[in-house]
Structures are given as structure tokens and as C-alpha cells.
């Protein structure tokens, strides 16, 4: 499977990674695009706690040296890769186009995370048994300030005079986050359609 967040390599590096991004040059940035790879194809054959630094640079055809040159361990490599997963959900989820309505604009958003997470299923669930639980929620934070910026406009808050921006989006977002959690992980998942359908109906604000 390929992954297109394999191929972005603009964004900022958390948890103190050895140099941030914008002090990268183009072979370098290739490099971390070539770990993160490694990491996400080997993270859906094993499980995170058995692969080894060696492991992901066989896999990547990168030296262990050049590795530790990006990286302190795998573990600052899975927050990367976490920080790109972020970043990529949070830009391409959330609509770009003009919604008036707040409803349009929640069950628009929610759409396009169900089919974002939907195709990143495997690797998904691979972050979510990696042992780094508090990483994986770290989305919801980013999610929830860029929904609350949204909600801020003058046409929603217009629309919507009585309620808060910021308790608007961490509820909504935190909804929807824990249901894509359960259906991504159920045996039995509903259906897209199902499960938008219902999501109408607690979305109260027109």
C-alpha cells in the first residue's frame, strides 16, 4: 500500500527531532521520507514493539548512521510519522470551500475523515496497538483548534450566536473521532451512509 503522506515532507518535526525542517536540504528530506515509509509498511507486518532501528533502515536502504543523523530512536521516528499523519488529516479533512452552515460544514468534515482514516485503516490500527496511545489522540487537539478557528468566521457565528466556538469543536470533534475509532476497529462496522446518517441527527446546530 502506498501512503500520500509518504510523499509531503514540509512539515515540522515534534519531540525534538535532531533538525527541524526547514534546516533540511532535499536529500535529506528524502531520507526521512524513505524511514517513514519503511516504518509504515514494517508497522503493518509487526508489531511496533519487535521492529528494531535495523529493521527500518534495511527496509528503507538507509545507513543506521544516517538514521540516528534524523532520529534519537524509532520512537521520535513514529511521532514523526504521527506529525505528518496530523498534518495531513487536519489540511485535507476539514473543507477549504465557503460553508455557511454549521451542519453542512461538521457532516462535510466528518465525511472526509471517515474515507481519510478509512484508507489508512492498517496503518491505523498499527499506530493505535504501537504502545504510544497518548500520540495517536494528539490529532484530536490539532483538529479541534483548526475547527474552533473555522467556527470563529462572522457567517457561523452568525448562524449560531449562542454557542461557543471552542466547546463546539472539542465536542464535535471528539465525537467523531471516538465513533471512527469504533468503526474502524469493530468486526462488524456499519456503513459509511449509516453511520453519517445518524451523525445528522445529533448535529443540533443549523
Known amino acids: 500500500m502506498?501512503?500520500?503522506i509518504?510523499?509531503?515532507t514540509g512539515w515540522s518535526v515534534k519531540h525534538g527531532s535532531k533538525k527541524s525542517e526547514g534546516h533540511l536540504d532535499l536529500r535529506q528530506r528524502k531520507t526521512r521520507a524513505l524511514l517513514v515509509k519503511a516504518l509504515a509498511e514494517l508497522m503493518e507486518e509487526r508489531p511496533f514493539s519487535e521492529l528494531s532501528v535495523v529493521d527500518?533502515?534495511?527496509r528503507a536502504m538507509v545507513h543506521r548512521t544516517t538514521f540516528y543523523a534524523h532520529f534519537n530512536d524509532k520512537r521520535e521516528l513514529l511521532s514523526y510519522l504521527f506529525s505528518q499523519l496530523e498534518q495531513e488529516c487536519v489540511e485535507t479533512?476539514?473543507?477549504k470551500e465557503e460553508i455557511t452552515s454549521p451542519k453542512d460544514y461538521f457532516l462535510t468534515a466528518?465525511?472526509?475523515t471517515l474515507e481519510f482514516f478509512q484508507r489508512r485503516r492498517s496503518l491505523y490500527l498499527a499506530c493505535l496497538n504501537s504502545g504510544m496511545e497518548a500520540e495517536v489522540h494528539v490529532?484530536?487537539?490539532?483538529?479541534a483548534q483548526e475547527l474552533c478557528r473555522q467556527l470563529s468566521r462572522p457567517s457561523f457565528r452568525d448562524a449560531a450566536p449562542g454557542v461557543d466556538p471552542q466547546i463546539a469543536a472539542r465536542f464535535y470533534i471528539g465525537a467523531v473521532l471516538s465513533l471512527i475509532r469504533w468503526w474502524l476497529t469493530s468486526d462488524d462496522p456499519v456503513s459509511q451512509e449509516t453511520l453519517l446518517s445518524n451523525l445528522s441527527h445529533f448535529i443540533l446546530i443549523d
Request: charged share 25%; hydrophobic share 30%.
Open 2 to 4: 502506498r501512503y500520500h
Open 6 to 8: 509518504l510523499d509531503q
Open 56 to 58: 527500518i533502515c534495511s
Open 93 to 95: 479533512c476539514l473543507p
Open 110 to 112: 466528518a465525511k472526509n
Open 139 to 143: 490529532l484530536s487537539d490539532r483538529a
